[in-house]
């Protein structure tokens, strides 16, 4: 950790985040003057989108100038230092253009350890539109808001058996070879549903449902999720195995079940 700022001022710091960009993102949602523009990879952008980082990126100028930044649409600033912010400023895009209330702004912290490995120790995920809001900081626990209300601490659910498991993803594009084990995985789930992108990991997070699936994320889209999810007792990794948000893949699990997802996926 590191010694100048505290855990709690880092936390608290993601949370003044996340309210300037509700703000930001609500005053834009449903706009009919909406501007969008497509990337090179050929996803849309919006100038919300735009706005939200920028402000996040000013805000944490101020507040914590030595810090590196990675973002979505502008892209990383002195990614080398030993604290870096993480930030997806709207989670959902195609959502959010189109009035589907299923998107949220996400804001992690990863902090270089000793032995030279990067974990998340901050992460915020602010879905305004579904007046939701998640948190967690390492070893504080996990916890929600609703409409601003009392945080509520989360925990994962207690279902051992993949017959017994709900399961939730965004879609089928990205499995590529691996779409066959992945749809006989939903096949022997009793539940599955497509909610997608953040919210699929949340409510894995809050025990809702057991596990979350997505072939093909970016660290912005994972970062905030992943401590998240250990926080409430999970499990997040990629396809593989491999812990955390930088393995290109997140699937989210309650614990119990992350072997039993591992063996059916590989």
Same mark, same amino acid.
């Given at each position: 950790?590191?010694?100048?700022?505290?855990?709690?001022?880092?936390?608290?710091?993601?949370?003044?985040?996340?309210?300037?960009?509700?703000?930001?993102?609500?005053?834009?949602?449903?706009?009919?003057?909406?501007?969008?523009?497509?990337?090179?990879?050929?996803?849309?952008?919006?100038?919300?989108?735009?706005?939200?980082?920028?402000?996040?990126?000013?805000? %944490?100028?101020?507040?914590? @100038?030595?810090?590196? /930044? +990675?973002?979505?649409?502008?892209?990383?600033? $002195?990614?080398?230092? *030993?604290?870096?912010?993480?930030?997806?400023?709207?989670?959902?895009?195609?959502?959010?253009?189109?009035?589907?209330?299923?998107?949220?702004?996400?804001?992690?912290?990863?902090?270089?350890?000793?032995?030279?490995?990067?974990?998340?120790?901050?992460?915020?995920?602010?879905?305004?539109?579904?007046?939701?809001?998640?948190?967690?900081?390492?070893?504080?626990?996990?916890?929600?808001? %609703?409409?601003?209300?009392? @945080?509520?601490?989360? /925990? +994962?659910?207690?279902?051992?058996?993949?017959? $017994?498991?709900?399961? *939730?993803?965004?879609?089928?594009?990205?499995?590529?070879?691996?779409?066959?084990?992945?749809?006989?995985?939903?096949?022997?789930?009793?539940?599955?549903?497509?909610?997608?992108?953040?919210?699929?990991?949340?409510?894995?997070?809050?025990?809702?449902?057991?596990?979350?699936?997505?072939?093909?994320?970016?660290?912005?889209?994972?970062?905030?999720?992943?401590?998240?999810?250990?926080?409430?007792?999970?499990?997040?990794?990629?396809?593989?195995?491999?812990?955390?948000?930088?393995?290109?893949?997140?699937?989210?699990?309650?614990?119990?079940?992350?072997?039993?997802?591992?063996?059916?996926?590989?």
């Amino acid at each position: 950790m590191s010694a100048k700022y505290s855990l709690e001022s880092d936390l608290e710091l993601a949370l003044e985040l996340a309210a300037i960009a509700d703000e930001i993102t609500m005053a834009r949602y449903l706009a009919q003057d909406l501007v969008v523009s497509t990337k090179p990879d050929n996803t849309p952008v919006t100038d919300a989108d735009k706005a939200t980082e920028e402000a996040l990126r000013k805000r %944490l100028a101020v507040t914590r @100038p030595e810090d590196g /930044l +990675v973002g979505e649409e502008f892209g990383n600033e $002195n990614k080398d230092a *030993a604290r870096y912010w993480v930030m997806d400023p709207i989670d959902g895009t195609k959502n959010f253009m189109r009035g589907v209330p299923t998107w949220a702004t996400l804001i992690g912290l990863v902090e270089r350890q000793s032995d030279g490995s990067e974990k998340v120790i901050v992460g915020v995920a602010s879905a305004p539109a579904l007046f939701r809001r998640w948190f967690a900081s390492s070893g504080n626990g996990a916890f929600t808001t %609703l409409n601003n209300g009392a @945080p509520r601490q989360i /925990l +994962v659910s207690k279902v051992s058996e993949l017959s $017994n498991a709900s399961i *939730a993803y965004s879609d089928f594009q990205g499995w590529r070879d691996r779409l066959v084990k992945f749809q006989n995985l939903i096949s022997t789930c009793t539940r599955s549903r497509g909610y997608g992108d953040f919210w699929s990991h949340m409510l894995v997070a809050e025990g809702a449902v057991d596990i979350a699936t997505e072939p093909s994320l970016a660290l912005w889209d994972m970062a905030a999720l992943d401590v998240i999810v250990r926080e409430a007792g999970g499990t997040f990794s990629n396809l593989t195995g491999e812990a955390g948000p930088f393995g290109g893949s997140g699937i989210s699990t309650n614990t119990l079940l992350h072997s039993k997802v591992m063996a059916a996926l590989n």
